[in-house]
């Protein structure tokens, strides 16, 4: 192909990838989004700013309160870096909001792309320059990383720019610039470290030996004030707090349901000494399914183009693929997402224009080569399915009325209390919208009495829960007794609520020690540990409960020798006070988080079944366990309300197998199918099925054979008999029958993704 016929090709390439940059930036600006993105941190600093109170956090972790020079509230800006929060504060002064950051992303995807076609032009030619572009702006990623209105665009053209650069014939000057662009890189985002020192190995020779010198002093005037800055603030150079307590977080808490637990800090590197086996575990184990989701990051097409590429220059490409996967295994403990990554994915891109510049060599049609390229680029949101969310599905999983505030609830919460003091909540976009200075909601609540207790937080007295009463973060027997004792300030159903908080003396929640840190290796069969009756009270059981071994129309006498053999259904309740003597705390894994109790010997059996398991490569993880009467009133209330009075989907208090401390709800390794009835095609669902009964438990509520419609089957939901009753083909209703078909409703919809139905 003549090079007219390049450019032009290039030219109509560029222009299609304007048109997909566009369409990205209009639904990142138009739509609601998730209410905890990163954004509302980066628009909140940038908001401080433009009120001349410096980078000052509208969110602050619980966590960040107790880091090194973090004495007052909100605690100086030691977790995120400058340069973006400047960066965004005219866009915010200007009135753009909290789409500030889609704004400025959107205009450096725009400069980022021009840079592609002219690299990716000059270095291969044949168009190339021109699909790189076309594939970047319709990546997956691209979309996502411009909801999220943070610094990765920035990053990413910032990397390529010195990726790219040739300094050799251009003097001192240019290599002091080139290094000024380096010393950027980590003022954006801690991961800069990494890129630049990613760039310096893939191109490194190509700066002229001679001017080194420049090189390095253009990026230390950039990066050496901000960290010495930080170094003298908390006493530790190189500003790395961003990853502090990360990676410990990563491990102990793999359901990801909400931020830390504690309110210990542990350094990164400490946590990679102590642990180093369970960070390569969870890095390997990351690395597997970047590569399984690796559609999410770049479509398989236009892989296969930059494989083709790169065979033209395998030795640069080669030294580029090892450097990108080296970034990637790095990373990848920290990190379950591709956003990380992002900053790389334009070299990507570029080894792909080179297959399409080679491909050129054999078709000679411009608008052939165009249709394949536009072709490959779109293939990416279509093939192959199901491994690959695209953004536009995304937000399903949060509700209208969590993405957005109503303006009475905002306008209460401005107004509400002490204007100077702190608000906990569990929802950024909360925080934004009423320019309040919030504290992230921590798990329990005694960690939040314990940070009302300090003295930069001891006026702080009102909860904003952005997602109703019953969310993640909010969830448990301790939560439904402190919501008890709140007042309502303001109350939307299904979507925010505010409280005032009860005086510190009022307060009554068992004091909760710090928690232990996981053993370097989990065991694969566990001892049951020695538990506390106010252990298991603490998590999920009312302090005034009556007399635990009290039963209330079990379907068997209440001094039978074990309760556990009970039938339970509507029609035969446990009582408000049921609570089992010998509740153990199930491992992590297999449980998916801490706090999940079973009775002593279903915990023995369910450890059995697991190491037996995963000695056939079957990763069994536990999402419910026991569950106490009060808990099951709290879930049943909320599907009455989200699904009408005669739901069939919750069972009610005392109706629920879970209260037995013998049933538990299963889930596949990674948490795909949680209470989902696709559970039961997964691997784990299989395996289940086919070997469960061996070790006592047996699934309550299989697929009914005729299909009638009488009750909903869940795959997921298994129930430990004790082992007189579990080799029994059928038992008798007073040893603990399973539930009838009969006592369960028609179908009326989906299940709610919450602790189990029934």
């Known amino acids: 192909m003549g090079p007219e016929r390049a450019r032009r090709l290039s030219l109509v390439l560029f222009v299609l990838a304007g048109a997909a940059a566009a369409l990205a930036a209009s639904w990142a600006v138009s739509v609601d989004p998730p209410p905890n993105l990163d954004r509302y941190d980066y628009v909140g600093r940038a908001w401080h700013a433009t009120q001349g109170e410096g980078l000052r956090p509208l969110i602050v972790y619980p966590l960040r309160m107790v880091f090194p020079g973090a004495g007052s509230f909100p605690p100086d800006n030691l977790t995120r870096p400058p340069l973006w929060p400047l960066a965004l504060s005219p866009v915010v002064a200007a009135g753009a909001g909290s789409r500030a950051g889609v704004w400025l992303a959107a205009a450096l995807l725009a400069a980022l792309l021009y840079w592609m076609r002219t690299v990716g032009d000059q270095a291969f030619g ?3 320059g021109g699909l790189a572009a076309l594939a970047l702006a319709a990546s997956f990623t691209t979309w996502r990383v411009l909801l999220g209105g943070g610094p990765e665009i920035a990053l990413a053209l910032l990397t390529l720019i010195v990726w790219s650069w040739r300094p050799r014939g251009g003097g001192a000057l240019a290599h002091l610039a080139c290094g000024t662009l380096y010393g950027l890189l980590p003022l954006l985002h801690p991961t800069g470290w990494l890129l630049a020192a990613a760039a310096l190995a893939a191109r490194g020779d190509r700066y ?19 960290h010495l800055r ?62 399984l989701h690796l559609n999410t990051w770049i479509a398989w097409p236009v892989a296969a183009l930059a494989v083709y590429g790169a065979a033209g220059e395998w030795r640069l490409a080669l030294r580029d693929a090892l450097v990108i996967a080296a970034v990637a295994i790095v990373l990848a403990p920290f990190s379950a997402e591709f956003r990380p990554l992002f900053p790389l994915l334009p070299v990507v891109c570029l080894w792909a224009g080179a297959g399409l510049a080679r491909l050129g060599g054999r078709l000679s049609s411009p608008a052939a080569l165009a249709a394949l390229a536009a072709a490959a680029v779109a293939a990416g949101w279509f093939l192959p399915p199901g491994l690959a969310s695209s953004p536009l599905h995304d937000l399903d999983a949060w509700p209208p009325a969590y993405r957005k505030a109503p303006a009475p609830v905002v306008q209460k919460l401005r107004r509400a209390g002490d204007p100077l003091a702190a608000v906990f909540t569990e929802s ?36 904003a829960l952005g997602q109703g ?71 999920d059981v009312a302090t005034d409960a009556p007399d635990p071994s009290s039963l209330d129309s079990l379907g068997v006498a209440a001094e039978a020798p074990d309760p556990s053999l009970a039938l339970v259904d509507p029609r035969h309740r446990l009582a408000a006070g049921y609570l089992p003597s010998d509740l153990v705390e199930i491992p992590v894994p297999p449980a998916s988080r801490k706090g999940l109790l079973l009775r002593a010997p279903a915990q023995q059996a369910l450890m059995d079944m697991c190491a037996a398991a995963r000695r056939e490569g079957i990763e069994l993880r536990v999402v419910s366990a026991f569950r106490s009467w009060q808990r099951q009133q709290v879930l049943y209330r909320s ?66 054979p005729e299909d009638r419609g009488l009750y909903h089957p869940e795959p997921w939901h298994y129930r430990w008999w004790p082992p007189a009753m579990a080799g029994a083909n059928s038992p008798d209703s007073s040893a603990g029958d399973l539930p009838s078909p009969s006592t369960r409703g028609k179908r009326e919809g989906q299940p709610d993704r919450e602790e189990g139905s029934r």
């Open 428 to 463: 950024a976009h909360l925080a934004w919208e009423s320019r309040r200075e919030v504290v992230f909601l921590p798990r329990s609540p005694q960690i939040l009495e314990r940070l009302r207790r300090m003295a930069p937080l001891r006026r702080a007295t009102i909860l």
């Open 469 to 539: 009463r019953h969310s993640k973060w909010v969830d448990g027997a301790d939560w439904d007794r402190l919501l008890a004792r709140c007042t309502v300030i303001e109350e939307h159903p299904e979507g925010p609520v505010l409280l005032r908080l009860p005086p510190l003396d009022e307060v009554q929640s068992p004091a909760t020690p710090e928690e232990p840190r996981a053993p370097e290796s989990p065991p694969e069969r566990a001892t049951p540990p020695t538990t506390r009756r106010a252990e298991a009270e603490s998590l």
């Open 126 to 128: 044949g168009g190339a």
């Open 208 to 226: 002229d030996r001679r001017h080194l010198g420049w090189l390095v002093l253009g990026a230390a005037a950039a990066v050496v004030p901000w």
């Open 230 to 291: 930080l170094w003298l603030l908390s006493g530790h150079p190189l500003g790395l707090l961003q990853s502090y307590a990360e990676l410990a977080r990563n491990l102990d808490d793999p359901g990801g349901l909400g931020p830390y637990r504690g309110l210990t800090p542990q350094p990164t590197w400490q946590v990679m000494a102590s642990r180093s086996g369970e960070v390569v575990a969870l890095g390997l184990h990351r690395v597997k399914m970047h590569l």
């Open 639 to 704: 599907a009455q309300a989200r699904h009408g009075e005669h739901q069939r989907w919750v069972a009610p208090p005392g109706a629920s197998e879970h209260q037995l401390g013998t049933t538990v709800d299963f889930a596949d390794a990674e948490l795909r199918q949680v209470l989902e009835p696709g559970f039961a095609a997964t691997e784990e669902g299989r395996w289940l099925a086919a070997h469960a009964q061996r070790w006592g438990f047996r699934l309550s509520y299989p697929p009914d």
